[in-house]
């Protein structure tokens, strides 16, 4: 109980104080010395206070968290993390994970779902079909959890090793009947007030074919930090903190880990920390997609799987790294569907896998959910894949009026 008042008082003491108060102070004269202020921090409203004290207070009653990281490795079954495991010494960051469940991932028209179906059943809660991208089955938008977070004054931020209007990030921030009307959903992220994307897929922004508009002009008019591999390598990009940006890490799609790709990591920390400091007591929601692991299924290229898989776990490992160090963060990861009918044949040993592969398509298994934080118990279990998206609004009460 004593704990419990002790914290309101630290709740309250963080609302009134945040930046440091006018003073005087001495100097190394024994001087006085006026310091001067010259940003006053934005006037709270008692009510305003009271009604964060009520939300702090429901939300550790519920042991809800404040944010939510969403990862998603695309096609990444439990024989992809299996080969990742046995290729990297028999450890994974996964390990970490003290909760796990399994979700049933067939889309609205086929047991064997896309990612633009798989996506949306994450972002919307929806069975759809397959090459719909935050549209249910009459291709009408559905509100994405992205979109919910943003409309309660949450971050949030949209990471892919794909471009970033490919089937997964889009279905968080876009509405389209197909998924490959790549520039119409570019034209979609101009409508939600998004605070980061790091992704490939500049062109579709500002070298449309369909129209003569320039997106990320559009972007920098409305105030984003618009900058690319082009301008600057990813570790000099230092946006200011508080604004919001978008940084393009490929013309198209962005290369393969195998290739030279090694922005995934850089990332995941780059993102959780901006918008940690963004989204502040409001929260955040970000989702990070590993979104290459599919593409080694489709081709049927074990070591481009488990290249681009051990890099997502590493980058697994940061969110992990900082949610554990937060307290207040629910970190997940799963995949959409697993890709290839991946196997792990006789023969294989320890560092060798011996690859077999029955499809070069997607595949309709079970696929494994990892959660850590608060409200993991409720990501154990077989469920859904749509079941996902009810958790996390739940979660972070998105589905509260008085949130
Ligand atoms: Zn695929």
Not at 67 to 78: C, E, P, Q, T, Y
Request: hydrophobic residues 35%.
């Amino acid at each position: 109980m004593r704990l419990i008042s002790l914290f309101y008082f630290f709740i309250i003491i963080l609302f009134t104080s945040c930046p440091p108060a006018p003073a005087v102070v001495d100097n190394d004269n024994g001087q006085h010395a006026e310091e001067v202020v010259t940003d006053l921090p934005p006037v709270i409203s008692p009510e305003e206070i009271e009604k964060r004290i009520e939300r702090e207070k429901a939300r550790r009653e519920a042991k809800a968290p404040r944010n939510v990281i969403l990862m998603i490795g695309d096609g990444m079954g439990v024989s992809q993390i299996t080969a990742g495991l046995y290729s990297n010494g028999n450890k994974l960051q996964l390990e970490r994970f003290p909760v796990l469940g399994l979700h049933k991932s067939y889309s609205g028209d086929n047991l064997v779902t896309d990612s633009a179906a798989g996506a949306t059943a994450f972002s919307a809660g929806v069975k759809t079909y397959n090459g719909a991208i935050g549209v249910g089955m009459d291709t009408m938008p559905v509100e994405t959890i992205l979109e919910s977070a943003e409309a309660k004054g949450m971050a949030s931020g949209l990471v892919a090793t794909s471009s970033i209007v490919h089937a997964t990030p889009a279905s968080f921030i876009a509405h389209n009947p197909y998924r490959k009307n790549y520039e119409a959903i570019a034209t979609d992220f101009m409508d939600t007030e998004f605070d980061l994307l790091i992704g490939g897929g500049k062109k579709f922004f500002d070298r449309r074919e369909t129209d003569e508009r320039d997106l990320s002009q559009e972007l920098r008019n409305k105030g984003y930090v618009v900058s690319s591999y082009f301008d600057e390598e990813i570790e000099d990009f230092k946006p200011e903190p508080g604004s919001n940006f978008a940084y393009f890490t490929a013309d198209g799609e962005p290369l393969p880990y195998a290739q030279g790709r090694r922005y995934l990591e850089t990332a995941t920390q780059l993102a959780i920390k901006h918008l940690d400091e963004k989204g502040g007591e409001r929260g955040f929601f970000l989702t990070i997609e590993g979104s290459q692991i599919d593409w080694g299924g489709h081709a049927n290229e074990s070591e481009y799987i488990i290249s681009e898989m051990l890099e997502f776990d590493r980058a697994v490992g940061q969110a992990l790294d900082f949610a554990e160090k937060d307290g207040n963060t629910l970190v997940i990861v799963t995949a959409d569907h697993e890709t290839g009918g991946y196997a792990i044949n006789n023969g294989s040993k320890m560092g060798k896998i011996e690859p077999g592969f029955s499809s070069d398509y997607h595949t309709a298994d079970l696929i494994p959910v990892f959660a850590y934080g608060p409200g993991q118990s409720l990501f154990s279990g077989i469920y859904e894949n749509t079941a996902i998206y009810a958790r996390m609004m739940d979660l972070l009460f998105l589905n509260r009026s008085d949130r």
